[in-house]
């Protein structure tokens, strides 16, 4: 076996988790379907705020700890970053709250 085989990958470490270099936001593998039945606004609002979460764990990661530093260019430029559309305005509102939240 090579020895570059047996190597760990480089990373880069954060508050409380690596992430890999090569690829830090890595899709979620194992997606289920969402409930059938609810009303559309639900569906919505929950990928809103998956959508959010996504985003505020990324801002921490990169070292955005203050809602304040947060603005709507930065979320967004961030989310080009990761791979996700570009977020709304009230996405971004529930963004700095999370990280308000986290605190």
């Known amino acids: 076996m090579p020895a570059a085989a047996t ?3 480089p990373t880069q470490s954060t508050a409380r988790r690596p992430v890999p270099l090569d690829l830090p936001y890595a899709p979620v593998a194992n ?4 409930p059938p039945g609810r009303p559309r606004d639900w569906y919505i609002t929950h990928n809103r705020r998956l959508k959010a979460m996504r ?3 990324a801002l921490l990661d990169s ?3 203050v809602a304040n530093q947060a603005h709507n260019d930065t979320i967004r430029s961030t989310a080009e970053l990761i791979g996700v559309h570009p977020p709304s305005d009230t996405t971004c509102h ?3 709250a999370l990280i308000r939240y986290s605190r």
């Open 7 to 9: 190597q760990p990958k």
């Open 31 to 34: 997606k289920r379907p969402l």
């Open 55 to 57: 985003l505020a764990i």
């Open 63 to 65: 070292g955005v700890y």
């Open 94 to 96: 529930m963004v700095r």
